[in-house]
C-alpha cells in the first residue's frame, strides 16, 4: 500500500481544519485520554492486540501532542508521541472509523557546541546561556560522579560542551546526547569524551563510573536474558523479554539500581508487583514480580542506588520466585547487560588507541571553540514537536 504523506508544521491552519496542542497532563493515561477526547475507547484501545495496548503504557506526562480538528470540531487526527522516535497515530479512514497505528517520527540530528565562562556554576551558566534545561542537567549528570563542581570552581574558570541534538521541523526536542566537554576547576582542565562503545570516559581512558549497581538482586544467578524475541514457555507463543531475570529465593532483598523517584509501585497486569524508579538522562528501571514492597516505600519517594525497595516473588505472570528487571532509556527498553558494569572499565590495546584517535579530534574542536569563545545557540522554549501526516482523503484508507 503506498501512501503519500504530506508533512506539515502544525501551527499552520488547514482546509478549514485546526490544531490543538496540548500536554499530556501527571496522571493522565491513554484511556483517560481517549475519555477527555470521547474518542471511542472500544476501537482505540479494547480491540487492539497486547503489544498495542502495552504502548499505549508508555505515554508519559509533560509530552505534547496535537490534534487536528475540522471545522465542526470533529476530530479528524491525534498525534501523540510515545519517545522520541515513536508515536500513536490516530485518524479516521474513509469510512470515518477511528484507527490506532504506531508510527516512527521524523527527525535530523545535528552537532553543536558552545563555550561559556562561569560566573556561578555550571548549571546556572549554561542554563542561562542557552536557555535550555536538558543541556545543563546532562552536562552536570555527565560530570558528577568524578568532580565536585561545589568546592572546586572559581569564577573564570571556563567550559565547552559538544553534544547532539535532534530537531524536526527546525525545532530541538528530545535529550540532546554529550559527545565531548572540558571544565576547568581552579584552572586544571577535566574532560570527557563519549566512546563508540556508547561509554563515557575521561582522558585517560578510564571509563566514568556509571549510575547503576550491577545487580539489584545481590548474588543471584540470571535465569533469562534480555532478547527481542524468545519463547514463552506459560504463553506458548513467541515474545519479547525486555529485561533480565534474576532467580532468588522468595523473600531476598531487592535493591534500587540506581538513585532517583518512585513512579509507580503496585501491581500491574502480567508484571504483578511492579516498582518503577525514574533515573536522570531519561532512564527508568522497573522491577517486577515482586512478593511485596519495603515499608515506606511508595510512588515519589526518592531511593538512593543499593537501598531495599522490596522482596522477590512470582506475582503476575511468572513461573516461579524471580526478579524480572527491565531498563529503559527514553522510555525504551535496553539491554540492561550492556549498561550495567561490575567494574570500571579501562581501554587497552587497540580500543585505547581508537578512543585516543576519537578524543585527539574532540580535543582539537574543545580548544577550537575555547579560542573562538564560540557563542551558545539560545534555545527559547523547547518543545516536543511532531509532524502529522495528511492521508489522501479520497484514494486511500
Ligand atoms: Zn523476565
Known sequence: MIRIFILLLLTTTIFASTVERNRVKSGETYLIFLEKNALPLKKLYYDLDKDDQRLTEEIRAGIHYQILKDDNGTIE??????NDELQIHIFQ???KQYKFEAIPIISETKTEAFHTTITSSPMYNILKDTGSKKLAQIFVASFKN???????IRKGDELVMIYDQKYRLGHPFSMPTLKAAMIEMGKK????????DGRYYDEKGHEVEGFLLARPVRGARISSYFTKRRWHPVLHKWKAHLGVDYAARRGTPVRAAGSGRIIYAARMGSYGNLIKI???DGYETRYAHLKSFRRGIHRGK???KGQVIAYVGTTGR???PHLHFELRKHGRAINPLRV???TTKKLHGKAKKAFMRLKKNYDESIELHLNNQSKPKKYGSFENMSYIHFLPKKSDG
Open 93 to 95: 479512514d474513509k469510512n
Open 302 to 304: 526518592y531511593v538512593k
Open 146 to 152: 568524578s568532580l565536585n563542581f561545589k568546592n572546586d
Open 278 to 280: 525514574r533515573h536522570d
Open 189 to 196: 582542565r577535566h574532560y570527557i569524551y563519549l566512546n563508540d
Open 340 to 342: 550495567v558494569q561490575v
Open 318 to 320: 511468572s513461573t516461579g
Open 77 to 82: 487526527q491525534v498525534l501523540l508521541p510515545l
